[in-house]
């Protein structure tokens, strides 16, 4: 069983340029969740994708959106970057969206995006 | 709305020493607890967990916890740490009635440090 997958792990960018992470969800799992963790802080909620489709956003604006594929891998792209959008990238996946065990979410290793 | 606060940002102990890092939370609905531990540049894993039942949980290195609802806390103890046990500790919730997203809302962090 293999566990959830980021790319890249790290990279850099300038000021208004986009970016695109990707994730690969644990093996069963069909939601993703993406967090963002500045310096020092918690991981906070970006949004949810069950079966293709966004459901649930966090305090996020919409420069943030995504994407799920069929096989239950995702996209995090970021336009018009700002330097307070440096910070480490989480995606996390879980079971269908329903009963208890559909909360606990399983953490990739993170991609840490710089924005110069 | 939900909140998450770890009362203590740092905590330092020596090895062989027992340790508590303390989480309260506020939450106008039922929650399910989690304790991640996040090592140097890495992602989060899980812990531990309060789904329901008993409420003193047991997780992964020798770590457990207590969810006691009525002063809303969930402390992570652990009797005799190690050396490796040095990392960031981040406590969430993830509400039971959240309707379709399963949303973890974390605190900021306990970093425990364990000294030699």
């Known amino acids: 069983e293999t566990g959830v997958t980021q790319s890249p792990t790290h990279l850099i960018k300038t000021r208004g340029q986009q970016v695109t992470l990707r994730c690969s969800s644990q093996?069963?799992?069909?939601?993703v969740s993406w967090y963002q963790q500045a310096l020092g802080q918690g991981p906070q909620f970006i949004f949810q994708y069950y079966r293709e489709e966004e459901n649930g956003r966090g305090n996020f604006p919409p420069r943030f959106s995504g994407l799920q594929f069929p096989n239950y891998s995702s996209e995090l792209n970021v336009n018009a970057l700002e330097l307070d959008d440096s910070a480490l990238y989480l995606c996390?996946?879980?079971?269908?969206?329903?009963?208890?065990?559909?909360?606990?979410?399983?953490f990739g290793p993170g991609t840490r995006l710089t924005v110069t | 709305a939900q909140s998450v606060t770890q009362l203590d940002s740092q905590v330092p102990v020596f090895e062989e020493a027992p340790v508590e890092l303390r989480c309260n939370y506020s939450?106008?609905?039922?929650?399910?607890l989690f304790w991640y531990v996040q090592y140097p540049n890495q992602g989060l894993q899980l812990l531990l967990k309060y789904l329901s039942g008993s409420t003193l949980v047991k997780g992964i290195n020798g770590f457990e916890a207590e969810f006691n609802k009525s002063q809303t806390s969930f402390h992570l103890r652990k009797p005799s740490v190690h050396i490796s046990d040095t990392a960031e500790y981040f406590c969430a919730v993830s509400l039971i009635s959240s309707g379709s997203a399963r949303q973890l809302t974390f605190g900021s962090g306990t970093q425990l440090t364990v000294l030699p």
């Open positions: 996390a996946s879980s079971l269908p969206s329903s009963g208890t065990l559909s909360h606990e979410q399983y």
């Open positions: 939450s106008s609905v039922s929650v399910y």
């Open positions: 093996s069963g799992h069909n939601t």
